[in-house]
């Protein structure tokens, strides 16, 4: 492939014949190696630029058309019978003209060629002299640009771009010549300091070719004006001159009359060294068709290498190549290259009537217009030549010096052309030499792996015979060397090192080192923040916090989060918005540059639903009276989400907090409003996963009348009879609470308190408003005598202590009790406990479980056998049982190889090492251990990997916990957790096959069981059901079914199961 690095140069055969000298060689060295700097010499030191090009041939390979604009209209393109290209130095212009509007139109390739242009710029009419334009070429001639015009059968006319072409021209005729009758086509050249326009005469009685030489400028007045005789030219159709080895040749196409129509004609004119010879030789090479769409429109001749060419299209599109060898002198070789179905107009006349070619570096590309063609469009298209396979540093070099230096890559033969200009660009020289690179063995290497703390890998592609190398020679740069064939490396700093290949044969010719530069990055280290609450349908921000690179524009970022079918985005922070509940993985992949260093970061993160937020008041919004706020919110999903923070705001209206610490944050708490107003009361919830939500609400709050009331007494032994009186005259209705559960509605009520106890009575006298300021009253019932009376309350692990909470419910001190602990449901013990425990009062009791013991107890059962050295009055509260390790599967997740099981402590000891058994279905089964601290109420993911092929065609994906702390889990109904990968019923395996007396069934149940039922039916040859069975204790996953074959007579059977309208049928032989 040819590497372009160099500014494009332009080589005028496109539009201006070249003017040639073939000379001599190079100064190339005899012994010329791969890999190594070659030193090129120009034969002359005294042009003004030099144009080598090191990989020539293009011309004699395939062809291949793009369509550049295909729907250009009448007044963008009409006609189009004459284009050529042209390049300023620093862009490429194409300019054509429009037969049938008069106009000129000008192309903008920008600095290449092979880009497609924007639309064409019409650049009028210039001086109103365009009548039926035909070709044109334009040309560099001082600091200005020139353009030359022909008008059909008519005047010639010279634009004066001025220093730009981008200028709009002025135009100028060309005085009537007589030699000039009636011109079809002109084409112009350079010979050193002077210019010619050569025009062919479009006419059946002066077919011949004439010469304007104008001298040093073509603004010339006076042309000297040279005429050749007779030639066997009918109609002049297009005209063409180069110089080759000082030799001129002029190549014209015409049209022949006969008596069978019209045929083109093909004549090359040999004018030997001056193109004033008046007689020169003709050789005609007229094609042998007969058909008139066979009008060689254009006949381009170009010199690639050492091999001469010339290019002519017909009216119809077709492409020929004529190819001369190393001499325009022989005779041609002639391919037809057929119209690549792209080029070719609308028929005879407005067909394809304009063909330019133009070399840019060392790329050759042709041009042509499809004239309305589809009609009413005109079409660009672009004629490519495939490239030779050149492996060398330049393809092509363009400079002020005439010493350069290049490097060809591969052994093989090449030729190289050189093409000497002046300040104008007008070729003044074309030399050709060939030079021949050979070697044993031809060194190059790859390297993968640039980054710093990966392994370099040198991947060694030298070309040859390894038995001629005794020894390969690696230089990595930072001192170190390596002889092995394809070594690795590893550097220790970031940085830019070169690296050194040389092979080392016996005959130590063309030993020469490839190197390769290196770049050894640092790895960035990927990280990233979430910003927003993890709830579903709630935008959340993951930001980009990634370290150790410096940002660029070739920077990437990947993210990847496995919700549903997977989120993929490429921006540094994007947004995500998670559909559902459930636990995620989110995985930050960061690139420092194209082809750079990459770093991966995840986060295993669990979304929660957004709690559902509500409150009511216990009782009618009045001040004065301790109200209780009542918490309705709200939370369920699939990963356990629960409300575990509230925060209330009172709107300032709180008058009385004493009864609660920090009312403001309890799930329901009690305060009481002071002043009659409307406020804002606002409840924010808070799950456990952090997700939070808030509900105002304005509650507009009445003040009510003073409650007064008398009691009879307010203490004595139970049971009491008090007689309470209201004192409140203005009340319309009364409330009493008498503190045990009872109430009336009766002014003076009286009640009787049976219960030992302290009660306190709350009095609410009712004003016309429903509110009142309520008056509260506490009354004591003494027990007639002493009451032994305790609660057990809870226990709890902590460590390796058992913690009991008890109280006190009687009226007298306890000072001893006994327990029997039951743990694990088999180790039974006798505890005691002495000290004191006053009446109605609350205590904690430990008692030590045995070192390591806490973590392993899993069901704990306490019951109180003795108060005191006797029996409890009350024994209904002295028993309590309860699980104390319960580990939950909440959720199993696989996204491509990797899986994410979501595991919840729901008891009350910490989990620190779980076991857990990975069903990958078809009886593939594996095990992990999982290690950390769970506390009470929390939950974590457990990420692994599979084998990619251990999930190929599987069912399901299951996994249990088998072990909790290394013992057994109180509660083993919620250990399993599955993903299916199927959401059909399956029978996985039935054994033994052939069956005695049993067979063991293994199935598959997804885990959205929309059907619960399972039949088995057992089918004998004959069709009859010989056995019939419902599966019961379903579960998703895998599930396993003893059946009993005894008494069943031998024979083929076949097992029918049946699930909803799902039917599956195994044949099994019984014995």
Known sequence: MKNYQFIFFLIFACFLSFNITYGQGFQIPNDTCPNVPITFTSPVSTANTYDWDFCTGDLALSLSTNTLLST????????????????????????????????????????????????????????????????????????????IVLNLASRIVILDFGTSLTSTPTASLVPVYTEVTVPADVDVVRDGTNTYVIAVNYSGTASNVVILDYGSSITNPTPTITATGGLPLQEGYSVRAIKDNNQWHVFATSIVLGVTGRKPQFLVLDFGSSLHNTSPTVRDYTPTQANNDDDLNEMVPLIDGNHRFSFALTITGDLYRYSYGNSFTNTPKIDSLGNFGSIGGGGVNIGSASLTFSKQNSRWYGFTFNSNSPSPNSQLVRINFEEVGCNLSDASITGSQPTVQNTFIDANKFRVSLTTRNADGVALGYFVDSLTTDANIIPSFVVTNNCLGETVVLTNKSIGNDSDVLTWEWSFGDGSTSNNKSPTHTYTQPGKYTISLTPRTASGLCDNAFTQEVNIRTVPKASFTINGDLAANNAVTLT?????????????FQWIVNDGVGFRYFNENPSHTFSQPGNYIIILSVTDTIGGCTSVASQEVTVGAMPEVGFRLDQQACTQNLITLIDTSKVSDAVGSKIVKYQWNFGGGVADQSLSAQPDTLPNPMVTFGFATTYEVTLTVTTNLGVSNTLKKLITFQEGITSQMLASTTSGDAPLLVNFTSQSSDAVSHLWDFGDGSTSTASNPSHTYTNPGIYTVTYKALGPNGCSIPKIQQIIASAPNDVLEIGLNDFNIVGDQLQVSVTNNGNTPVTGLSFRRIVNQTDTLNLSWTGVINSLTNETLTFDLGAGQGDITWHVCLDILTVNNTQDSKTTNNRLCKNTIDAQVSSVIVQDNQYLITV?????????????????????????????????????????????????????????????????????QNNLGCQDFSNDFQILTISPNPAIDFINIEYFLPQNQDQDVVQLQLINSSGKVRGRVQLLNLSPGRNTYRYSTSGIASGVYHLMFIRGNRTIVEKVVIK
């Open 904 to 972: 919840r402590n729901n008891a009350v000891v910490p989990l620190k090492k779980l076991t857990i058994k990975l069903d990958v279905g078809n009886n593939q089964f594996t095990e992990t251990t999982w290690a950390g601290v769970l506390n009470p109420s929390q939950q974590t993911n457990i990420l692994g990997t599979l084998v990619t092929d251990q999930l190929q065609g599987v069912p399901y994906f299951c996994a249990t916990i088998t072990q909790v702390n290394d013992t057994t889990d109180a509660n083993t």
């Open 544 to 556: 980009n916090t990634s370290t150790n690179f410096t940002k660029n524009v070739n920077t990437t």
């Open 72 to 147: 250009l209209n009448k007044t963008q393109a009409n006609r189009v019978e004459g284009m050529t290209t042209v390049f300023d130095g620093t862009n490429w212009y194409g300019f054509y003209t429009n037969r049938e509007n008069n106009t000129l139109s000008r192309l903008s390739f920008g600095t290449n060629l092979a880009s497609t242009p924007p639309f064409p710029i019409n650049l009028g009419n210039p001086g109103g002299l365009l009548a039926l334009p035909r070709s044109i070429k334009i040309f560099k001639e001082g600091n200005n640009w020139y353009g």
